[in-house]
């Protein structure tokens, strides 16, 4: 093993397993952070002392291998995702918003002036109301309305909408 992988061999092996293990906590983890980094860096060291120690094509060698390793790693991870064990996890967000957002014309909007609804959300100025079981995005005259507080739609102007 000396002879092929220079005499820093134990060191090399273990500053690889530390880089993978930390990029396999980076995968699990939002966004990019320090294991990221580090496992990167551990990885890197590993390449420069096998340079620096035994010679250029076991640095190569060594490179391609965790370059390989690397990409396993991902698809492994994406395949995971889409439906094996980090999908059925509970971090991963699976929630589906059931409803469609339809956007009104504004000449449907004309007649709702002089409606009652009903407040979903604080109005402050702007919020939710509910007229006739349909959500609409509405802003307030008053600087405040209280949740669940009856509204009346005074003015409609393109799409939007003017409660007080």
Do not use: H
């Amino acid at each position: 093993m000396v002879a092929l992988f220079g005499p820093l061999w134990v060191p090399c092996l273990i500053l690889c397993v530390f880089g993978l293990a930390l990029l396999i906590i980076e995968l699990m983890l939002p966004g990019f952070g320090v294991p990221g980094i580090m496992g990167i860096l551990c990885l890197i060291a590993v390449i420069v002392i096998e340079f620096l120690t035994a010679s250029a094509t076991t640095a190569y060698i060594v490179g391609a291998v965790l370059v390989a390793i690397l990409i396993l790693m991902i698809v492994l991870f994406m395949r995971s995702m889409k439906g094996g064990l980090l999908f059925r996890s509970p971090i991963v967000l699976k929630d589906k918003i059931e409803t469609e957002a339809v956007k009104p014309s504004s000449g449907s909007l004309e007649s709702l002036i002089g409606m009652k609804g009903t407040t979903v959300t604080p109005l402050r100025p702007s919020g939710i109301i509910l007229i006739d079981g349909k959500r609409y995005s509405v802003e307030t005259q008053a600087t405040f309305v209280e949740r669940n507080s009856e509204v009346t739609v005074v003015a409609v102007d393109g799409t939007k909408i003017t409660v007080a």
